[in-house]
């Protein structure tokens, strides 16, 4: 039975529904087919996806666009590469793109959609836990520049989304923990999401770490419920990460310039959030946002998870450079999520660029 979950967001009488579920793969190719009957398709799919899934899902393949795996491939020329395919097969606004694979894919089949004809039909099938539990659900597409993440790309909420847990069988250990790193983010940040609703994820997040670990998907479904529910609740309150959204950037501004420094090839989004979480906790500390008690019990919440002392070389000139161009950023000002108690976060100015430099350099 699929657990449903919908998205109701009144500033856009927005409103479509996520499914989660275990069946075999089989059976999500005939929702889609279902769902997209009498509709023209593009699947838009993640390459390493295709490699183990498309038997189970043998669409034709002059609907298939196959995207090489890697935040690098979210790029213009793989824009228009779909834009083009979009126009030979004359597609109009009644049909339907499909998404399966990872955030890249869904950003970027998300970014065309919302472009083409001024609105295609959108479906998001994520098949990597970062995207299941976070990048598929809310809106945001986008694709890169050299110089900046996501610095095209517009809200634009898809038709549905269906979760299968099995692609997380085979979903490689890389990038499982990536899709853990981003986990966590909600973690701290669930005052800010749950509304009157009990706080629950801290706790589960660290009773059933080996179970998580483990890959059961029985407790993998809980999470991402947990979490899902969570973006849902501020989403529906902030579409356009006008307020409530941004809390969702929690050690993203640090995160994504050390993805762009890097050429998105040394970090996994992922890893790179989990980078941008420990400084900022730090930064926290530093000035007094948060106690060392709460900074201990995060800090070891992430090295349950795998995630623990991180040493390396952070060249601070460059990394501020990147996020003075973050799309949160004003002029000569840098703006970052910031933890201001347990497991609540608000927004900081950084007015002292010189002093949060020099700090960033000493880590």
């Known amino acids: 039975m699929d657990r449903l ?44 996806v295709y490699e183990l899934y498309s038997k189970n899902l043998p ?49 970027l089949a998300g970014f065309a959609a919302s ?13 990597t836990l970062l995207s299941m539990v976070d990048s598929s659900v809310g809106g945001k597409t986008a694709i890169d520049m050299n110089f900046a993440k996501n610095i095209l790309g517009c809200f ?12 997380l069988k ?25 509304n009157n609703e009990p706080k629950s994820l801290f706790e589960f997040l ?19 419920t947990i979490c899902l529910t969570y973006k849902i609740n501020v989403v529906r309150a902030d579409e356009k990460e006008s307020g409530l959204r941004k809390v969702l950037n929690l050690g993203h501004t640090i995160g994504h310039a050390l993805e762009t420094l890097t050429g998105y090839k040394k970090y996994t ?32 919440l992430l090295e349950l998870y795998g995630f623990g002392s991180i040493n390396e070389n952070i060249n601070s000139e460059k990394i501020v450079t990147l996020m003075l161009l973050d799309k949160k950023a004003e ?10 108690g347990a497991r609540v976060v608000t927004e900081k100015e950084i007015t002292n660029i010189q002093e949060f430099k020099n700090w960033l350099s000493e880590q």
């Open 206 to 224: 660290s009773i059933n770490s080996s179970r998580i670990l483990g890959r059961d998907l029985y407790f993998l479904e809980k999470l991402i």
């Open 156 to 167: 634009y909420q898809p038709e549905c989304v269906y979760i299968n847990l099995n692609f």
């Open 59 to 107: 669409f034709p393949k002059n609907e298939v666009f196959i995207l090489k795996d890697g935040e690098e491939q979210k790029n213009l020329k793989n824009y228009l590469k779909i834009v083009n395919l979009l126009i030979k097969n004359k597609m109009t606004r009644k049909d339907v793109i499909i998404a399966i694979g990872g955030g890249v894919v869904g950003d």
């Open 269 to 300: 989004h992922g890893e790179a959030i989990v980078r941008g979480l420990k400084l900022i906790f730090k930064w926290a500390l530093k000035n007094c946002y948060i106690d060392s008690v709460y900074y201990k019990a995060a800090m070891d």
């Open 115 to 127: 472009t083409y004809m001024r609105g295609i039909n959108f479906i998001q099938v994520p098949t």
């Open 331 to 340: 002029t000569g000002k840098i703006k970052l999520i910031v933890p201001s």
């Open 170 to 194: 085979t979903l490689c250990e890389r990038q499982y923990m990536s899709g853990l790193g981003e986990v966590l983010k909600y973690a701290f940040i669930e005052s800010n999401c749950c």
């Open 5 to 48: 979950l919908a998205v109701n967001i009144p500033e856009n009488d927005k409103c479509y529904d996520i499914y989660i579920n275990n069946s075999p793969v089989e059976s999500l190719y005939k929702d889609l087919l279902l769902r997209t009957k009498n509709r023209k398709r593009l699947i838009v799919f993640s390459k390493k």
